[in-house]
């Protein structure tokens, strides 16, 4: 019996006796492989944070202090073979519930007493998972309770309205009125289906998957939702929602037998049959040859907006091992990693797309994927170059394999990301959930691909001999692998309103065929909708809702104040000691506000990458990026606007003049590799090659595409943005950098570097650019913070005054005056000048986009400069937010997101 077995028989030995129950039939959530006798499904219990010791469920209260978030979740596998429910199922399951919780919106209800630091749910192709999380213990407990009553005992199961409402229905306030069909659900699916790359990802996984559950969209085709009937949403739920289909996943430092107690709550008055489970079991798609190239039509606002090609792989027709899997992450990275990996380097020079797009390797379903291409291709012709293009580099790297220092740098990337497991700002018991579920809802040992240590340990001692098995992999998984589809979207500036007009058309055809009971049931339906929208919960039923009690808080600040010292150069130096596994992460921070030239500010992102993406005096682009990865765990440059923190118990409203502009260069290696890190940051600063004008056009072509797909995707972030422009400082900055306003900038720019005779405005702002910033690193505007182990930091402060002192002494070789040949050009008017200054008068207020779905936002300012306010105004924003203005807006105006 393994260690896993030992434990979980103990666990349950512990908790049955502790309850008087003698068997497990009497109680459902045990058991990786559950007996027939036994209704549920497995039960995972948690609270190791190291993913490559995961087999290890009990570690040392050390470890349990590892994480803070305790997390819980319940996944479910399953799709409709032939309708779109997943996706209406999983939005449905916050609405009402008929058990515990009779509210109209009790998470709406429950995130406004709640500390959660995770409330959503995921809807995958095979599985839907609904997590939570929490760092207040009392508060995951309500999290945790309130979730399992919305999976099991949905009141949306017994009352079509909820479909109507979060689903679909058909709409009409008068008789004579035009027939229309709303819902969330439907009106958030219409916004996916205007998204390009959305569309790229459904067409390819239907073409790659013609006889599984995988060729059926789980989201919901805008076009099928409205043929989903209550009944069928009835026995979706009967058939997937029940303990014997879920899969309960705890992690954290909470006592075991709590988990278990709160999970015998939920699922011991559940009625569920007792059939076999494997009805949910995803069947395998066999694998297939010969597929034709798939071509479809996207919407577009021009016929010239450019063809999406990728080609695709279904990679394994069965379970692959933990081996194989790392080896296929390692060729992922060498080939698509970085900007200089052979595969995307070779895509972007052919100068046929803007972007590569498909994503690579693609872990989360039962058959791995791989997809790769261009998008912005001008012709179709072009486009089947660019396939003809990957299958020639795939080929040569099958036949000659990689360089070493392109593995070196790979295995070094990839491990140092398997051994850090930052999981950014995601509870990390959340992230170990997701990737275990790779395995684990396949019937899979959760762990299996956690296990890295050993996988890790043959690899490398397989490279150290000198085997080819990376460019073994490329051969036998994409070269040979004759399970793969060519697929091509094609720009079609007609096909929304064709789209709209169909819609309209089928409405008017299908109110026609309506006789006046049909009618009046819709009229009905309206009204009954809307009472129930604008209907108020009652007081006995909110009591039902659990919530945090003052006692229940605790005062957790975990503050880690830094030790503060001063560097020769003026700039200043701070320290954290921190557990950090002996990984140094080293924050070069630079205040730019008074040194760069308000038109500049736009160039910013563009010099941010440059940094990074080209030659340098001493290392081709290529091998720069190499010699990063090879030697850092990571090294980024980004800008953040952020005002000063006022040490007073109210906050004090920013000041036009508090808006402060930050560039950031932010590494992390380990201790040895301290001096390598800051020698490449040196490199960077002082000695890329900003006037590489092929790279430059790459890049802003690159940026002109990526703001194209999100405004498209994610409108709302652009309209809040440009809401902000108007109202502070730092929301102007913000919207210059990342708004409509950087996008029209970066537009300009592209312009500009593409004529002979304006390219060297380019050139001369970025050198501008980096005249002041390293003007900046040699003053009091510089900050480096390092975070590490307290006996790294000596040698690591060592290296940062080391840096500095380089810093200074190289500054004067390269003061050169760049204005003389060139004035600044303000990219918002295309006028020269020399404005300094900081507000930037944002005048666009409305802008057209290819969807069905429109972003609308309106905004001002609430408080003046200089005034104080209190904790109470976030109080307010969050009942707003939370109660009056979600209940609006999402019920009554059925839109699909605020």
């Known amino acids: 019996m393994s260690n896993l077995q030992l434990i979980r028989s103990s666990m349950w030995r512990e908790w049955a006796t502790s309850r008087n129950i003698t068997s497990r039939t009497q109680y459902s959530g045990i058991g ?20 490559s010791r995961s087999e290890h469920l009990r570690p040392t209260p050390l470890d349990c202090r590892t994480s803070l978030n305790t ?21 449905e399951r916050f609405k009402s519930f008929i058990n515990r919780y009779p509210v109209k919106e009790p998470f709406v209800r429950l995130i406004q007493g709640s500390l959660n630091t995770f409330l959503n749910a995921f809807t995958y192709p095979d599985r839907t998972v609904y997590p939570v999380a929490s760092r207040n213990l009392p508060d995951f407990y309500n999290l945790a309770s309130v979730y399992l009553d919305a999976v099991f005992y949905p009141r949306a199961a017994h009352d079509p309205r909820i479909l109507a409402q979060e689903g679909w229905h058909y709409e009409l306030e008068n008789a004579s009125d035009p027939l229309t069909v709303t819902g969330v659900v439907l009106n958030e699916m219409k916004g996916v289906y205007s998204n390009p790359e959305a569309l790229l990802a459904r067409v390819t996984q239907q073409a790659l998957f013609p006889d599984n559950t995988y060729s059926v969209d789980s989201g919901g085709d805008p076009t099928l939702i409205p043929t989903l009937e209550f009944r069928d949403f009835q026995l979706f739920h009967e058939t997937f929602y029940s303990p014997s289909n879920a899969r309960l996943y705890f992690y954290g430092d909470d006592p075991e037998i709590a ?28 694998a297939l040859r010969g597929l034709d190239p798939v071509r479809t039509r996207y919407p577009a606002q021009s016929n010239s907006s450019g063809v999406y090609t990728t080609l695709n792989w279904v990679l394994n027709e069965f379970t692959v091992d933990a081996d194989t899997a790392l080896a296929l992450a390692v060729v992922d990275h060498l080939l698509l990693g970085t900007s200089a990996s052979i595969l995307r380097l070779r895509l972007i020079q052919t100068g046929l797309g803007d972007t590569v797009v498909g994503g690579g390797l693609d872990t989360t379903l039962q058959h791995m994927t791989f997809s790769v291409g261009l998008k912005g291709v001008k012709t179709e012709e072009n486009a089947s170059a660019v396939i003809d293009m990957v299958n020639m580099c795939l080929a040569e790297v099958a036949e000659v394999g990689f360089s070493d220092d392109a593995i070196e740098a790979s295995v070094n990337t990839i491990e140092f990301q398997l051994r850090e497991f930052n999981t950014g700002g995601y ?50 998984y994409l070269v040979n692998n004759e399970h793969r589809v060519a697929v091509y979207l094609i720009p079609d500036d007609r096909l929304e309103a064709a789209s709209q ?48 009690s003052i006692m229940d808080l605790v005062l957790d600040e975990r503050e880690t104040p830094p030790d503060i010292m001063q560097a020769e150069t003026g700039g200043t130096i701070l320290t954290h000691s921190l557990s950090t596994n002996g990984i140094v992460y080293i924050d070069l921070c630079v205040e730019m506000t008074s040194f760069i030239p308000s038109p500049d500010v736009p160039f910013l992102p563009l010099f941010e990458r440059l940094l990074l993406e080209v030659d340098t005096a001493n290392h081709t682009r290529v091998d720069f990026s190499r010699l990063i990865a090879a030697k850092t765990g990571g090294l980024r440059v980004s800008h953040t606007v952020v005002t000063p923190a006022m040490e007073n118990p109210k906050a004090r409203v920013a000041m036009e003049e508090d808006a402060r502009l930050f560039l950031t260069l932010r590494g992390k290696c380990t201790l040895e590799r301290m001096n390598d890190l800051f020698q490449i940051v040196y490199d960077a600063l002082f000695s890329a090659n900003l006037g590489d004008r092929g790279r430059i056009i790459e890049i802003l072509r690159e940026s002109v595409s ?10 709302h972030v652009f309209v809040a943005s440009t809401i902000g422009a108007h109202g502070t400082t730092v929301g102007s900055l913000n919207e210059r950098l990342a708004g409509i306003s950087a996008f029209r900038a970066t537009e300009r720019m592209l312009e500009l570097a593409n004529a002979e005779d304006t390219y060297e405005h380019v050139l001369t702002a970025l050198e501008r650019l980096r005249r002041k910033v390293l003007a900046a690193i040699t003053s009091s505007a510089c900050v480096i913070n390092i975070s590490a ?3 790294s ?13 380089s810093s200074l002494h190289s500054v004067s070789k390269i003061t050169k005056t760049v204005e003389g040949d060139f004035d600044v050009l303000d990219l918002s008017t295309g006028q020269h000048g020399d404005t300094v200054g900081q507000k930037h008068a944002n005048p666009i207020l409305g802008f057209t986009i290819p969807t069905t779905v429109n972003y609308v936002g309106s905004g001002g300012r609430l408080f003046d400069p200089g005034e104080y306010v209190s904790g109470t105004a976030a109080v307010a924003v969050k009942l707003l937010s939370t109660r009056c203005h979600h209940s609006h807006t999402l019920e009554i105006q059925r839109v699909e997101d605020l």
């Not at 011991?268 to 079991?281: F, I, L, N, T």
């Not at 108020?536 to 809702?545: F, K, P």
């Not at 000596?794 to 002192?805: D, E, G, Q």
């Open 706 to 715: 990526s703001f194209k797909t999100r405004v498209v995707s994610s409108g």
């Open 259 to 286: 988990r278990l107690d709160l999970a015998h709550a939920s699922l011991s008055a559940k009625e569920h049959s007792r059939g076999d489970p494997q009805v949910s079991a995803v069947k395998r798609q066999p």
């Open 793 to 805: 930091l000596p040698t690591a402060i060592a290296s940062a005054r080391h840096f500095l002192k």
């Open 427 to 476: 509870p990390k018991g959340l992230i170990l959930l997701l990737n275990a579920l790779n395995t684990w809802i396949y019937d899979g040992d959760p762990f299996e691909y956690l296990r890295y240590d050993e996988p890790l340990r043959r690899l490398k001692a397989a490279l150290h001999a000198k085997s080819p098995v990376l460019k073994n992999i490329v051969k036998r």
């Open 32 to 51: 990786k492989r559950a007996p027939r006798s036994c209704p549920c499904g497995p039960v995972l219990t948690t609270t190791r944070s190291s993913p």
């Open 71 to 91: 997390v819980s979740c319940v996944a479910l596998r399953g799709n409709d073979p032939v309708k779109p429910l997943p996706r209406t199922q999983s939005r």
């Open 789 to 791: 182990d307290g006996e």
């Open 501 to 548: 007009a169909k819609e309209t058309a089928t409405l008017s055809a299908t109110k026609m065929q309506m006789n006046t009971a049909d009618i009046e049931q819709i009229l009905e339906q309206t009204r009954e909708l809307k009472k129930m929208q604008s209907a108020v919960d009652s007081d006995d039923a909110l009591r039902t809702i659990p919530r945090l």
